[in-house]
């Protein structure tokens, strides 16, 4: 059972347009959230995270947003850019179980120019 | 600075056959982790090691085993490849705190 959702498989955005990207949890346990990116052949690595007690956290072009109440979770990149075209995971965390992550399918972006 | 290394990056084996997987970090971080990914299933935890000397299970457990060798190195495993094993699997290390993971750069496992 899939506690992180991804309902976007893919995502097409102009360069310099708003991308954002999408996540809902089905555990009300989860209080800590990552956004992670993926180039091809690489590991993910680490975007930027957002704690329960927040709803929202920035990072340069990066903007994550946290809605509790919907377990819903969205990332905002702008302005994007080609080099942003990449598969974006989300993750979560309980309480209380240490580091251990749940992540989402993914999201693939891609950034015309 | 490597960071977290795995090897080998791609291996095929027969079913049945058994293997090992290795992965080595030099950030010393405490915590160390095997997810594998799957189309349309994301990234799911194997198993963890949240210090030297301890592992436990993780979402995904069966056919695999452990070992948490010293602070830098956790290697995966196979004892009887099965198909169903056939993934790209990757290693991860961190240091607790806001910082996520560092992951390797994946090792495709296909098991014919």
């Known amino acids: 059972d899939q506690q992180v959702k991804q309902n976007s498989p893919s995502l097409s955005v102009q360069e310099g347009r708003i991308s954002i990207l999408n996540c809902d949890y089905t555990?009300?346990?989860?209080?800590?959230f990552l956004w992670y990116k993926k180039y091809p052949a690489e590991g993910p690595t680490f975007l930027i995270s957002?704690?329960?007690?927040?709803d929202k956290n920035e990072d340069g072009r990066f903007t994550v947003f946290l809605n509790k109440s919907a377990k819903h979770l969205s990332l905002h990149i702008v302005p994007s850019q080609p080099g942003d075209s990449a598969v974006y995971f989300c993750?979560?965390?309980?309480?209380?179980?240490?580091?251990?992550?749940?992540f989402g399918t993914g999201t693939s972006l891609t950034v015309i120019p | 600075n490597a960071g977290v290394t795995q090897t080998p990056k791609f291996q095929v084996l027969k079913t049945g056959q058994s293997m090992t997987l290795q992965c080595a970090q030099d950030?010393?971080?405490?915590?160390m982790y095997w997810y594998r990914q799957d189309p349309g299933m994301g990234l799911r935890l194997i198993y963890y090691?949240?210090?030297?000397?301890?592992?436990d299970k993780g979402e995904v457990p069966n056919g695999y085993n452990v070992s948490r060798l010293n602070k830098r190195e956790f290697s995966l495993r196979l004892e009887s490849a099965a198909p169903s094993q056939t993934s790209v699997y990757f290693c991860?290390?961190?240091?607790?705190?806001?910082?996520?993971?560092?992951f390797g750069s994946g090792t495709r496992l296909t098991v014919v």
């Open positions: 993750a979560a965390s309980a309480v209380g179980t240490g580091n251990q992550f749940y």
């Open positions: 555990n009300s346990m989860f209080d800590y």
């Open positions: 957002i704690s329960s007690i927040k």
């Open positions: 950030m010393n971080h405490n915590s």
């Open positions: 090691s949240a210090s030297e000397g301890t592992t």
């Open positions: 991860a290390s961190d240091q607790g705190g806001t910082y996520g993971y560092t």
